[in-house]
């Protein structure tokens, strides 16, 4: 069974960087659709970033775009989430997600995805 360890979560300033990394435990899953969901204090888990295989396929959420980029390395087994420009709305604790196959209709949603991380908290002060 693959897991995931997400980290590179931290404290930042309003308007600051952050880059996440999940590593993937098992060679085999290397080539499996990662993504990155949020989870805000009191809220649902939502979906935040989604890369495919090869990293042709990449969809974000609308709170993503322009400012986050989700990329891959496959030989080091790595997602990455490179988070520009933070809002203090953008606190949450970030999960990493595992998943055999893309859907273009479900990718946005959790129960799409087979493996988790712990996830790693990311704070923007005001």
């Known amino acids: 069974q693959v897991q995931l360890e997400e980290s590179g979560g931290g404290l930042v300033q309003a308007g600051g960087s952050l880059r996440l990394s999940c590593a993937a435990s098992?060679?085999?899953?290397?080539?499996?659709?990662k993504a990155w969901f949020r989870q805000a204090p009191g809220k649902e888990r939502e979906f935040v970033a989604v890369?495919?295989?090869?990293?042709?396929?990449?969809k974000y959420a609308d709170s993503a775009k322009g400012r986050f980029t989700i990329s891959r390395d496959n030989a080091k087994n790595t997602v990455y989430l490179q988070m520009n420009s933070l809002k203090p709305e953008d606190t949450a604790v970030y999960y990493c997600?595992?998943?055999?196959?893309?859907?273009?209709?479900?990718?946005?949603?959790?129960?799409?995805?087979?493996?988790w991380g712990q996830g790693t908290q990311v704070t923007v002060s005001s």
């Open positions: 997600a595992a998943a055999g196959t893309f859907s273009s209709g479900t990718y946005y949603r959790t129960e799409r995805y087979y493996y």
């Open positions: 098992v060679r085999t899953y290397s080539n499996y659709v």
């Open positions: 890369i495919g295989w090869n990293g042709v396929i990449i």
